[in-house]
Structure formats: structure tokens, C-alpha cells
């Protein structure tokens, strides 16, 4: 039944009609054969390398936006499965009903099991090691755990701190010593594995330099995230959570399902947090499979108050009557998590808006191909806008790419390659019109970046041209800048930024 929910809630308006930026780069990038593809790693998205490898075979089938976020859909209907198992081997299949469900009605799980990204993947992956994990325990066997993880972790080198999450499990629970020298036999395996991603995605640090230290205020949103956004979900999940780690210790060498949940929802993000306080790696999706342990912990204090019910009923049949029995428990669980539904609804169908999303480079395309013509000249600023090009070519067919060199596949990178300073203004110099994709805050001046070829365009377009027609698509924006007659007065170029 959780699956069942997720997948039909992923694929409720799974058709947007259009892509953000980090899908798209999905899309196009998938598209390239396997060769282009390996060529791309080596300077850049090795993090993603697996990820991409498959969407190729997938996206060989169709190349489409629904098909994109097929994987997603499926992988987070897999791990509302997998917390249901999960819930059933720790507590009871209730309970195991109840905390599957209430993953797969999380805004949050639903957010990611629309987009064409690795992060529903990696959730999936995390959280069937976190099962594996729970039966190796007791049986000793534990291959299965190090194979799923260092797959998981080759999805998204993050996935690591799992193991940080497993280890604090196995010392709630005072495993013996053979169950440590198993455990860490596989921690071993899956570190070795991944150090080959890590030492060619150290190189590649530069793709994160936008990030920020996370705040307390971060922390606080993230636990919102997992536990419901809505204040009347809120609530009542932080209650229950409470009254689920009132086990979170059982006997020795025993796991338990708060002394499970409890880690995996916390020490990922707490740990990502704290390294990012001197080297900023946090984003909310590189731990998301910390998700999975919300809703057990939510899922065990409900049972504890089924549970408390159970004992208060009499055995007289009168009184039987009064009070409901298991099966009837187990439906009110279900009944609840629908009336969480209900309250989440709006933001469930809000988040299946394309404005939901950073921006919607399909509403950038349309805005452009009401505006650009045959022979047309147009310029990316930045060069990452030409994403809506490679993503959406219809409206640029017979258009000129000023700057660009060498094509993004060809020459291995995410958006081509573009000319030098010197060539630059060569190139402007020679027209008098020439339209810009753009984002509007870098050519409104409110941040300016420090590499020299986007600083150069902004400073060409502010002192050698005028804005014309404009249209706007979140902060994209499709403009047409003219060469103004003789005589204008340039402006100053702005000064440069911090970004």
C-alpha cells in the first residue's frame, strides 16, 4: 500500500511541461553517448556519473520529461516499500504500514520523486542498506549491506555518512564484537570503493563554491521538511517522535526501531552541517535519504499509544466494544495519515507547479521563441543559460550562438565552450543588435561574477548597448539589446562581485 500511494502521488501532474536547470542538465547530458558522457566526468558532475549512465538507457527508450522522472517515481515508490519493511521488522506490520505511508505522503519525498535527479535514487539505495543492515545484525551476513551502499554512495558520494548513522545504531544497541568486525569488514569495502569518486570529485569542489554555511534557521527547516510542513502535521509528528525514542535503548546487542530511525534522521544532515561550517557542502536533497527515519520514529510512538490502548481494554465484552481492537488501530493509523493529506494537500499541489521549482527553462524556450528570428544573434549570460538552448533547441534553430567555439558534448562540457575576452568584443563589436538569455540579476548589476568572460559581457552589453524588448521567466529573462546611434553615453561598468 505505501508504494502504491507514492506512485500514484509521483505520478500525479508528473508532466510540469517544462524543466529547472538541474534537470535539464540530466536531460541533455543523458542524451550523450556513453563516450561524451565518460569525456564530461573527467572535468566535471563526476558525483553524477553513475546516475547519468543509466538515464542514457532510459532515455534511449523515449527522450522525454515524464521519462526523465520515471527512475525518481519508481525508486521513491521502492522506499516507501522499503521504510514499510523496515517499520515491520523493528516494531509490527502496523507500524510498518503506518511510517510507509507516512513517507510516501511527505511533501518532501513527493518533491524529489517528481524531478529527473539522483536523490530518489540514492534514497531508495540508502534505506535498503539500512534494511540490510537491520538483518545483518543478527545473521552475520553482510555483503549484501557493503554492495548496496557502495552503489548507493557511487549515486551520490554523501550516501557515506550513512555508515556514521550505522555505527551510532550498533552502539545503542552494544553489539557484541562480531557484529562490529562484520559491520566495519563492510564499512571498509564501501570507503575503499568510493575513494577513487572522491579523489576525482575533490578536483571538481569549484561546482559548489555557491553554497552557504547552513544556520540554525537551516537546521530547523530541514525538520520541518521531514516531519510536515504544515503546523497542524508538525506537531502532532514531533509528539509522536518524542514518545518513540522513549525505547531508543533495548537489550543488549538488540536493535530498536528508535535506535534505527533516530540516527539515520539525524546524524547525516547534523554531520553534513558541521563540516559545512568550514567548507560549505550542504544542500537540503544531498540528504534526503535521511528522510526515511522520520516517519519510523513517528510510526513506533504511535504504536506505543496503540499499543497503551490495547492494554486499557477489559476483557468484558461490553467494554471490548468501547475500545477498538487491533485491526480497527491499525485503520485509525491509516485514517490519520489521510487526514495529514488532507491538511498538506495545498502544498502537495503547489509543488507540482513549475514555479515550484528555481526557474522553468520550457517557459524561457516558449518566451524566446515568440521573440527570436531567423538569423537572429544571441548571446547566454551566463554561459549556463545556453542549458535552455541544449534542453529546448526548437526556438534557436537558425539563430547564431555568437560566442560559443565548440559544442557541449564535443568539447566535454556541461554548456560549451565560448570565446576569450579579446574574441568577445571582437564579435560584439561587429553588431548592433543581439539577443541575451540571461539571468536578470547578473544584467541588472546586483551581483556580477568573477570570471573575466562573464564579467566582459555584462561590462560590452552595459557600455556599448541599450535594452529593448524584455520578456521575464522567473529570474531568466529573454531581452533584446540594441546599439544605441552616436553620441549615447556608455555606462559605467559595474563593479565586480563576490560570486
Not at 2 to 30: C, I, K, N, Y
Request: aromatic content about 8%; glycine content about 10%; overall charge positive.
Amino acid at each position: 500500500m505505501p508504494a502504491l500511494v507514492m506512485l500514484v502521488l509521483g505520478l500525479w501532474r508528473l508532466d510540469r511541461g517544462g524543466m529547472w536547470r538541474d534537470e535539464a542538465v540530466s536531460f541533455q547530458v543523458g542524451r550523450r553517448t556513453v563516450p561524451q558522457i565518460w569525456h564530461l566526468l573527467h572535468d566535471v558532475d563526476a558525483v553524477h556519473g553513475l546516475y547519468y549512465l543509466l538515464l542514457h538507457a532510459v532515455l534511449a527508450v523515449h527522450p522525454g520529461e515524464v521519462v526523465l522522472r520515471l527512475p525518481s517515481v519508481c525508486a521513491a515508490a521502492g522506499t516507501a516499500a522499503l521504510v514499510a519493511a523496515l517499520g515491520s521488522r523493528l516494531v509490527r506490520p502496523r507500524a510498518g504500514l503506518w511510517a510507509g505511508l507516512l513517507y510516501a505522503v511527505t511533501p518532501m519525498a513527493g518533491h524529489y520523486a517528481q524531478e529527473g535527479r539522483s536523490y530518489a535514487l540514492v534514497a531508495a539505495g540508502a534505506t535498503a542498506a539500512t534494511l540490510l543492515f537491520v538483518r545483518a545484525v543478527p545473521s552475520g551476513s553482510w555483503w549484501p549491506y557493503g554492495v548496496v551502499l557502495a552503489l548507493t554512495c557511487w549515486l551520490h558520494e554523501f550516501a557515506v555518512l550513512l555508515l556514521l548513522a550505522h555505527a551510532v545504531s550498533l552502539a545503542l544497541a552494544r553489539a557484541g564484537g562480531r557484529v562490529w568486525r562484520g559491520w566495519g569488514c563492510a564499512a571498509a569495502a564501501v570507503v575503499l570503493a568510493l575513494l577513487p569518486m572522491v579523489l576525482v570529485s575533490r578536483g571538481q569542489s569549484a561546482q559548489l563554491a555557491w553554497l552557504r554555511a547552513p544556520t540554525a534557521e537551516t537546521a530547523g527547516g530541514l525538520l520541518r521538511k521531514f516531519l510536515g510542513p504544515a503546523d497542524s502535521v508538525y506537531w502532532v509528528c514531533v509528539a509522536l517522535a518524542c514518545l518513540g525514542l522513549l525505547r531508543l535503548v533495548g537489550r543488549r546487542g538488540e536493535l530498536t526501531c528508535a535506535g534505527v530511525a533516530l540516527p539515520v534522521a539525524v546524524v547525516p544532515p547534523l554531520v553534513l552541517m558541521l563540516v559545512s561550517q568550514a567548507s560549505p557542502l550542504y544542500v537540503d536533497r544531498y540528504v534526503l535519504y535521511a528522510l526515511s527515519g522520520a516517519p519510523l520514529l513517528v510510526a513506533c510512538g504511535a504504536e506505543r499509544v496503540a499499543g497503551a490502548v490495547e492494554r486499557l481494554r477489559p476483557g468484558g465484552r461490553g467494554a471490548r466494544c468501547r475500545l477498538p481492537d487491533s485491526r480497527a488501530l491499525a485503520l485509525l493509523g491509516v485514517a490519520a495519515v489521510a487526514l495529514s493529506v488532507f491538511h498538506q494537500f495545498p502544498l502537495l499541489r503547489a509543488d507540482r507547479e513549475p514555479g515550484a521549482r528555481a526557474d522553468d527553462l520550457g517557459a524561457v524556450s516558449r518566451a524566446a521563441g515568440r521573440r527570436l528570428g531567423e538569423g537572429d544573434a544571441v548571446m547566454f549570460v551566463p554561459a549556463a543559460m545556453r542549458n535552455v538552448a541544449l534542453t529546448y533547441p526548437r526556438p534557436f534553430r537558425g539563430t547564431r550562438d555568437v560566442l560559443r567555439v565548440a559544442g557541449a558534448a564535443k568539447s566535454g562540457t556541461l554548456y560549451g565552450r565560448e570565446a576569450g575576452v579579446a574574441e568577445l568584443r571582437r564579435r560584439l563589436a561587429r553588431l548592433d543588435r543581439v539577443w541575451v538569455v540571461g539571468d536578470r540579476r547578473l544584467l541588472g548589476a546586483r551581483w556580477v561574477p568573477r570570471d573575466p568572460v562573464e564579467r566582459a559581457k555584462v561590462t560590452v552589453l552595459w557600455q556599448q548597448f541599450a535594452g529593448r524588448e524584455e520578456t521575464v521567466r522567473g529570474v531568466a529573462t529573454v531581452r533584446l539589446y540594441v546599439r544605441p546611434v552616436s553620441g549615447w553615453p556608455p555606462s559605467a561598468p559595474p563593479r565586480p562581485g563576490r560570486r
